[in-house]
């Protein structure tokens, strides 16, 4: 099992636009969770999704939407990207939501 | 809303030594709590979560909730350990909420 793949691993884009971030999770977890890592700090929560549904939402704008489609796989949307949103991009999957296993990341670039 | 607290950027302890890395959380309720571990080019990895009670490559954490603390430790430290270590709470069953997560620890054990 190659764990949990993002794609793409690494991003540019320049302010105003959006972006779509995919993730697959480990075969078998229903439950997908994405994180934003700025660079110094710690992984901050953003969504989770669970068969299909959305369980949990951080403190971020409305700018940021997430799905799970029926293979459980997830994708991550930016709209009118900040300067700020640069950061590394988390998703974990988990069979039941505790224990998480995280994917290697998309770094996002907003220039 | 949770918080977790970890107030060394920075650890530097030599090969043998005996290492602990301070985690501390504000939450009123049970909450779950973990240590992950990122090595150099690797990705987010659990290390640790109180439930499970194990020591795992040598290291242990006991949950005091008296004082709201959750530190790592291990009693001789190995060059294999130098890595970042992030604690991490979950304050809903199934993590409904996420992870809330330290701006982590840099821990380098010399040789």
């Given at each position: 099992?190659?764990g ?11 302010r ?17 969770s994405?994180?934003?890592?700025v660079l ?33 796989s ?38 | ?6 107030p ?55 949950l ?48």
């Amino acid at each position: 099992d190659a764990g949990v793949t993002q794609s793409p691993t690494h991003l540019i884009k320049t302010r105003g636009q959006h972006v779509t971030l995919r993730c697959s999770p480990i075969s078998g977890h229903k439950s997908v969770s994405w994180y934003q890592q700025v660079l110094g700090q710690g992984p901050q929560f953003i969504f989770q999704y669970y068969e299909k549904e959305e369980r949990g939402r951080g403190n971020f704008p409305d700018r940021f939407s997430a799905r799970q489609f029926p293979n459980y796989s997830s994708e991550l949307n930016v709209n009118a990207l900040l300067l700020g949103d640069s950061a590394l991009y988390l998703c974990a999957s988990s069979f039941t939501g505790n224990e998480q296993f995280f994917g290697p990341g998309t770094r996002l670039t907003v220039l | 809303a949770q918080r977790v607290t970890q107030p060394e950027k920075l650890l530097s302890v030599f090969k043998g030594a005996p290492v602990e890395l301070k985690c501390n959380y504000s939450y009123s309720g049970s909450p779950e709590l973990f240590w992950y571990v990122q090595y150099s080019r690797q990705r987010l990895q659990l290390l640790l979560r109180h439930i499970s009670r194990e020591s795992i490559k040598g290291f242990t954490a006991d949950l005091n909730k008296g004082e709201t603390s959750f530190h790592l430790k291990k009693p001789f430290a190995q060059e294999e350990d130098s890595a970042m270590y992030y604690c991490a709470l979950s304050a809903y069953a199934g993590g409904a909420d996420g992870l809330t997560f330290g701006k982590g620890t840099h821990l380098i054990i010399q040789p």
